[in-house]
């Protein structure tokens, strides 16, 4: 996590709104949602589904049109329309790491093609024998070996998936990458050992990443900063170790309430909160978005901005 | 097993040296690998694995679900007398499944009939295994649908499954296997495609219905983590064995098994930001070839050579808590687990003189 102060804003999202349907069946499944990710940082983004979490890395990444709002990357805006050379420059250096290694690799495609295929698009005259050593350097980088660049999906384990799906990434040596849920399909002892490759590839490609996830006891792990979505609307946003400490939103704290705990003692003593989101009174005093403390944003209207600000004295 | 009456509660359900097979593209594989094991009336036990392990495939064995090219090879499963392993014809099976033993499976998306109407889906059931009809069968369910945390029964009774979400469609599942008032529940992964919240909610559910229907439930899952709350013991399976069973304090705050610690410190829980988290080395083994030794040695940091040659027995470590590895036999040099397994097993001891 880099210094406050020294730090750039690698991509920023503002006031993006994100709608499907029209007319009658509209339904806005982002609303008016804000946030910066600044160079060399891993931001969380947390919410249940539904919530519209992927739908945000999809709009960053240009899947899901946006219908208002705006999403700059390094000052240069890259949604809504934008010159092809832009558009390239996005797909180069936004990459996204998806949830499901079972359903995310072209079955018909041997590894050596499903890794490359972003190159033939950035660097079309490549040498074939160039594309095959960066394909090999690739897989080596996500402790795979070489010689798998000529099997199918089909031969690998869960785990080996979602290792190709991330040498995928890594052949375009992007800056930010959206890994969306990346490691929720796989079983728990081979979670570790993806989540300690996606951390080691940080450092040594000094990645950033927006990580999108549903379970927090990740996110409170690997994380430097951490928004909560609900609904369409992010409600907290601090740095983890400081959202983990002084939760304020109800539903944050509900959030965290419900992380199971690996120690039966503290499980047997445990509440969880279950969030009511009509227990707002937001009818007469609508929220908006307040700096409660340095670095943790919370939406609240102005009597609950008093409440949370008894809270943390 | 050596904890022949714990808490004098009764002996329901007894495996003795199951041994499951498979043929798989013409090569015979061995899924379950002689595992014994007991089931007493009203516990939760839990069994936890990673995908492979088997957890699955052995329970599916107590309902005679196996898949056509599984059989069971040799053992014995020991319910009120007599002998599921001997179970041919589905007619012996209907008399068990769903009756006296019934499943929940994971995902509430696909387990559930997407044409049939919630409602329709548990009376079916009713009808079929109870002696009831029409409004009366109706009334049975709609009493179950309220037992399970469904509000407003009367409207969701006549919704399909998609008008619901994930946690409301494994409420209806959950619904659907205890509407013949089973003995036994077998859940599997009950909570692992639903949200962290719902999960807890689920989690929460299962236990306090058991005590009104007086189930004994056994919960498969590869996430350690989500049971604390609700296991009584618990049952860690790697390559179609149990390594080690215990009771869940035992396990959580006083595990002797390597793949056991593994599996608990590979938890993000339990690790230290900034540092890289404990993980387990390589991939399950090929369960087409037969294992020699202790299966998890070659992902074993802690492994002698023993480990390679001959099966370990289980070692008693107190009458309740037993484990399969060579590092609990006297002659092995002691070792020093992971460090949050250290810390667990010192808070363990303090709890005991404490106690």
Not at chain 2, 1 to 8: D, Q, T
Not at chain 2, 195 to 222: E, F, G, R
């Amino acid at each position: 996590m880099p210094e406050m102060g020294k730090r750039e804003k690698l991509l920023e999202v503002r006031n993006i709104t994100v709608e499907f349907g029209s007319g009658k069946r509209k339904f806005t499944a982002i609303d008016d949602v804000s946030f910066d990710i600044y160079r060399g940082e891993i931001f969380g983004l947390v919410g249940e589904s539904g919530s519209g979490k992927t739908t945000i890395g999809r709009a960053i990444i240009r899947i899901n049109e946006i219908s208002g709002g705006e999403i700059l990357f390094k000052g240069e805006r890259v949604s809504g329309k934008i010159s092809s050379e832009t558009d390239k420059k996005v797909v180069k250096n936004i990459q996204m790491i998806f949830q499901d290694p079972m359903a995310s690799l072209n079955e018909r495609a041997k590894v050596d093609y499903i890794v490359s295929e972003g190159l033939y698009n950035i660097r079309p005259d490549e040498a074939k024998e160039d594309r095959r050593r960066i394909v090999a350097q690739s897989l080596l980088d996500v402790g795979l070996l070489p010689e798998f660049a000529d099997r199918f999906p089909h031969e690998f384990s869960g785990g080996q998936r979602q290792r190709i799906g991330i040498a995928r990434v890594m052949v375009m040596e992007p800056e930010l990458v959206i890994a969306d849920e990346p490691i929720s399909a796989l079983d728990v002892s081979i979670r570790a050992q993806v989540l300690n490759l996606m951390m080691t590839l940080q450092k040594t490609k000094s990645l950033t990443y927006l990580f999108i996830a549903h379970d927090l006891s990740i996110v409170r792990f690997i994380t430097d900063r951490t928004a909560v979505i609900y609904r369409g609307k992010i409600v907290e946003l601090a740095r983890t170790e400081k959202l983990f400490a002084n939760p304020l939103h109800p539903y944050t704290k509900a959030l965290l309430s419900a992380i199971p705990q690996p120690d039966p003692e503290v499980e047997r003593r445990k509440r969880v909160f279950v969030y009511d989101s009509t227990s707002h009174d937001y009818a007469a005093d609508p929220p908006s978005w307040f700096e409660i403390e340095p670095e943790h944003f919370v939406s609240a209207n102005t009597k609950e901005k008093k409440e949370y600000e008894e809270m943390l004295k | 097993m050596v904890n022949l009456n714990y808490g004098g509660r009764e002996k329901i359900l007894s495996v003795e040296d199951l041994v499951v097979k498979f043929n798989l593209r013409g090569k015979v594989l061995t899924a379950v690998r002689g595992i014994s094991m007991e089931l007493y009336s009203g516990e939760s036990m839990v069994i936890v694995g990673e995908s492979g392990s088997g957890k699955s495939v052995f329970t599916k064995t107590f309902m005679g679900m196996l898949d056509l090219n599984g059989w069971i090879d040799s053992g014995r499963i020991i319910y009120k007398g007599s002998d599921l392993a001997k179970y041919k014809t589905e007619r012996e099976w209907l008399k068990i499944r769903g009756r006296e033993i019934a499943m929940v499976f994971q995902d509430p998306m696909t387990s559930l009939n997407p044409l049939k109407t919630v409602g329709r889906q548990i009376s079916e059931t009713v009808e079929l295994h109870r002696a009831a009809r029409g409004t009366s069968a109706r009334k049975i369910s709609l009493d179950i649908l309220s037992d399970v945390g469904i509000s407003n029964p009367e409207k969701r009774y006549d919704q399909y499954p998609h008008e619901l979400s994930g946690g409301m469609r494994q409420r209806v599942v959950i619904a659907i296997a205890l509407v013949c008032n089973p003995q036994v529940l077998i859940c599997d992964e009950p909570t692992t495609a639903l949200d962290v919240t719902i999960q807890a909610q689920i989690l929460q559910l299962l236990h306090s219905l058991q005590d009104k229907y007086s189930l004994t439930i056994i919960y498969i899952t590869h996430d350690l983590g989500v049971v604390a709350n609700v296991a009584d013991r618990i049952a860690v399976m790697y390559a179609g064995d149990i390594v080690e069973c215990g009771l869940c304090d035992e396990i959580f705050y006083n595990p002797q098994h390597p793949y056991t610690w593994a599996l608990l410190s590979s938890l993000p829980q339990l690790g230290v930001r900034g540092e890289p988290l404990f993980a387990i080395k390589g991939t399950p083994p090929n369960l087409h070839v037969e294992i020699k030794g202790d299966a998890f040695a070659p992902r074993n940091p802690y492994a002698m050579e023993i480990d390679f040659i001959k099966r370990p027995p289980y070692f008693e470590v107190s009458p309740t808590h037993k484990a399969r590895t060579w590092l609990l036999d006297p002659r092995a040099p002691r070792v020093t687990p992971p460090p949050s397994i250290v810390r667990s097993q010192e808070r363990w001891k303090e709890m005991r003189r404490n106690a």
